[in-house]
């Protein structure tokens, strides 16, 4: 690092104790430091939610949210033009890909709504109600007067509206109160569940069922990975993800169903959500399996041929013993197999040769299984296609992501005195503030405002100031010094690794876990 730091050529100064220890002067620099600093737009990112909420007298809904924040805003949007334009606000925005909901308990029986943009997006006539805002910022859904959901299908119809964003399409028409942000006190009325029956002309209707709750949304964000491979023997290739937590803490995401249990001998397990694959080259194409184990639980009849076990550390799936997927809709079917694990599943039934882990050449380690109903065969279906590849499963595994979650405080492990306070910004920035100190053991404030990569925080240009008065009766100019960079990498919710370079000197510092936000929960 040369002694010219950054574009405006800010030549080295001596800093004077006082200053150090100014954190007045800190917390100004850095309000300044954010203006100045390049923080280009944020990548991509992939997320998962799943929620859940209670009913009075018992009643629960559990849903999912799937999608990716394409412009770096913070957050996942999709509202529906008609409902956009009458509440004013911007509607496409077409980031989530996937949502649904279970209402079990308040009707007597239970109710499923979804949403799958491959089928048809937010703008289609369809989907006239429905609307998606949520901010990733690792808090509740709805807590925010931004936030909200609307799983409102066009009459006759259960709804399920959340949050105060789209309140006023649905709030005194549905429940005679306005919904408002979850969790501000106890008797906020935030969501509610609404049973309609159309009337002509659209879109009235008559309301035959209406019910509030007060009660907070838990939100948990999932563990996603996507997955590819090609190489098929018929030219084929499959593309999908598989969302879910790792509740027993093994290193895997898991989950079994009953039937596939008792055949296998393995253990049930419901730690997988969401599971889906795009089949092409195979007819009619492109061919989609998804096994949404929100609303079909993993002892549904829907979910009988589902297996999935996934080791979270890897880069690819189905390479170990014991790893596997299948994703196997009732015949007429394609369904799709990995790994040994889920192997027996289909073979030796409809084809003597097993699958093995991938990498074993001889086999092949994934199947592409087409079959047909035949009420004269053993197993009631046909086997009429039958593709093998032995090429790698590619995984891109994401087992945390930088959200809410990670501000907080965080210590140097080497007992030193030294301290980090991390904040992660809804708009997907990050500040930081290093209490540290210089080499003739002067404290020392450094901080700065970066970007997320993954797991990473990274500052390309720390701060630290002088010039700062207590109290001050005027305004005061902060003189600001661009001493060096950081990026802290964490390994999981509770321990990190600090790479720097200050004042030309690199250094690692390992840090664990101080303290974390009030209602934020980080979850391996």
Same mark, same amino acid.
């Given at each position: 690092?040369?002694?010219?730091?950054?574009?405006?050529?800010?030549?080295?100064?001596?800093?004077?104790?006082?200053?150090?220890?100014?954190?007045?002067?800190?917390?100004?620099?850095?309000?300044?430091?954010?203006?100045?600093?390049?923080?280009?737009?944020?990548?991509?990112?992939?997320?998962?939610?799943?929620?859940?909420?209670?009913?009075?007298?018992?009643?629960?809904?559990?849903?999912?949210?799937?999608?990716?924040?394409?412009?770096?805003?913070?957050?996942?949007?999709?509202?529906?033009?008609?409902?956009?334009?009458?509440?004013?606000?911007?509607?496409?925005?077409?980031?989530?890909?996937?949502?649904?909901?279970?209402?079990?308990?308040?009707?007597?029986?239970?109710?499923?709504?979804?949403?799958?943009?491959?089928?048809?997006?937010?703008?289609?006539?369809?989907?006239?109600?429905?609307?998606?805002?949520?901010?990733?910022?690792?808090?509740?859904?709805?807590?925010?007067?931004?936030?909200?959901?609307?799983?409102?299908?066009?009459?006759?119809?259960?709804?399920?509206?959340?949050?105060?964003?789209?309140?006023?399409?649905?709030?005194?028409?549905?429940?005679?109160?306005?919904?408002?942000?979850?969790?501000?006190?106890?008797?906020?009325?935030?969501?509610?569940?609404?049973?309609?029956?159309?009337?002509?002309?659209?879109?009235?209707?008559?309301?035959?069922?209406?019910?509030?709750?007060?009660?907070?949304?838990?939100?948990?964000?999932?563990?996603?990975?996507?997955?590819?491979?090609?190489?098929?023997?018929?030219?084929?290739?499959?593309?999908?993800?598989?969302?879910?937590?790792?509740?027993?803490?093994?290193?895997?995401?898991?989950?079994?169903?009953?039937?596939?249990?008792?055949?296998?001998?393995?253990?049930?397990?419901?730690?997988?959500?969401?599971?889906?694959?795009?089949?092409?080259?195979?007819?009619?194409?492109?061919?989609?399996?998804?096994?949404?184990?929100?609303?079909?639980?993993?002892?549904?009849?829907?979910?009988?041929?589902?297996?999935?076990?996934?080791?979270?550390?890897?880069?690819?799936?189905?390479?170990?013993?014991?790893?596997?997927?299948?994703?196997?809709?009732?015949?007429?079917?394609?369904?799709?197999?990995?790994?040994?694990?889920?192997?027996?599943?289909?073979?030796?039934?409809?084809?003597?040769?097993?699958?093995?882990?991938?990498?074993?050449?001889?086999?092949?380690?994934?199947?592409?299984?087409?079959?047909?109903?035949?009420?004269?065969?053993?197993?009631?279906?046909?086997?009429?296609?039958?593709?093998?590849?032995?090429?790698?499963?590619?995984?891109?595994?994401?087992?945390?992501?930088?959200?809410?979650?990670?501000?907080?405080?965080?210590?140097?492990?080497?007992?030193?005195?030294?301290?980090?306070?991390?904040?992660?910004?809804?708009?997907?920035?990050?500040?930081?503030?290093?209490?540290?100190?210089?080499?003739?053991?002067?404290? !020392?404030?450094?901080?700065? &405002? #970066? %970007?997320? *990569?993954?797991?990473?925080?990274?500052? +390309? =240009?720390?701060? /630290?100031?002088?010039?700062?008065?207590?109290?001050?009766?005027?305004?005061?100019? !902060?003189?600001?010094?661009? &001493? #060096? %960079?950081? *990026?802290?990498?964490?390994?999981?919710? +509770? =321990?990190?690794? /600090?790479?720097?370079?200050?004042?030309?000197?690199?250094?690692?510092?390992?840090?664990?876990?101080?303290?974390?936000?009030?209602?934020? *929960?980080?979850?391996?």
């Amino acid at each position: 690092m040369n002694s010219t730091r950054d574009n405006h050529n800010c030549q080295s100064k001596q800093r004077s104790p006082e200053s150090r220890r100014s954190a007045l002067g800190l917390l100004k620099a850095t309000i300044l430091a954010s203006s100045l600093l390049l923080v280009g737009n944020a990548l991509a990112e992939q997320v998962s939610i799943q929620f859940s909420q209670t009913f009075p007298g018992g009643g629960t809904v559990t849903g999912l949210i799937v999608g990716e924040d394409l412009n770096g805003d913070g957050r996942l949007y999709s509202v529906a033009s008609p409902l956009a334009d009458f509440l004013g606000i911007e509607g496409g925005g077409e980031e989530v890909t996937y949502a649904s909901v279970r209402i079990e308990g308040v009707l007597g029986q239970t109710v499923t709504n979804v949403f799958d943009a491959s089928v048809a997006d937010i703008n289609d006539p369809s989907n006239f109600f429905w609307g998606f805002a949520y901010n990733i910022d690792g808090g509740t859904i709805g807590d925010d007067p931004d936030e909200g959901l609307a799983f409102a299908p066009l009459a006759p119809s259960t709804s399920y509206i959340v949050g105060e964003l789209f309140s006023p399409a649905f709030g005194n028409d549905f429940f005679n109160t306005p919904l408002t942000t979850c969790g501000l006190v106890d008797d906020n009325i935030c969501a509610g569940i609404a049973t309609l029956d159309p009337v002509d002309p659209f879109p009235n209707f008559e309301l035959l069922f209406s019910t509030t709750s007060a009660a907070p949304i838990v939100t948990h964000e999932l563990l996603r990975y996507t997955f590819e491979q090609d190489g098929f023997d018929g030219g084929a290739s499959i593309r999908g993800t598989i969302s879910g937590r790792d509740l027993d803490g093994d290193g895997r995401i898991y989950s079994a169903s009953p039937p596939v249990s008792g055949a296998l001998g393995v253990p049930t397990g419901d730690e997988v959500v969401f599971a889906q694959v795009e089949i092409l080259g195979v007819e009619p194409q492109p061919i989609r399996n998804v096994q949404d184990l929100i609303t079909d639980p993993i002892d549904s009849f829907a979910a009988f041929f589902f297996l999935a076990s996934v080791n979270v550390a890897g880069d690819q799936l189905g390479d170990e013993p014991g790893e596997g997927l299948s994703i196997a809709p009732f015949s007429p079917s394609t369904s799709v197999v990995i790994g040994d694990a889920a192997s027996p599943i289909f073979f030796p039934s409809f084809d003597d040769e097993e699958l093995t882990t991938c990498g074993d050449d001889a086999l092949g380690c994934s199947a592409l299984v087409s079959l047909v109903p035949d009420a004269e065969a053993e197993t009631g279906a046909r086997l009429v296609g039958l593709q093998r590849s032995h090429a790698p499963v590619a995984l891109t595994p994401a087992p945390l992501v930088i959200n809410g979650t990670f501000s907080g405080h965080w210590f140097n492990k080497v007992p030193s005195g030294e301290g980090i306070v991390t904040q992660v910004i809804r708009d997907g920035r990050v500040i930081a503030y290093w209490l540290t100190y210089d080499a003739s053991g002067q404290q !020392i404030w450094v901080g700065g &405002v #970066g %970007r997320r *990569e993954g797991l990473k925080m990274i500052f +390309d =240009n720390l701060v /630290v100031t002088n010039g700062g008065m207590f109290n001050a009766d005027a305004p005061v100019v !902060i003189d600001r010094e661009f &001493v #060096g %960079r950081m *990026e802290i990498e964490f390994f999981d919710c +509770d =321990n990190g690794i /600090v790479r720097s370079q200050i004042d030309n000197m690199p250094r690692t510092m390992e840090i664990g876990r101080l303290t974390g936000l009030s209602s934020l *929960e980080c979850v391996r």
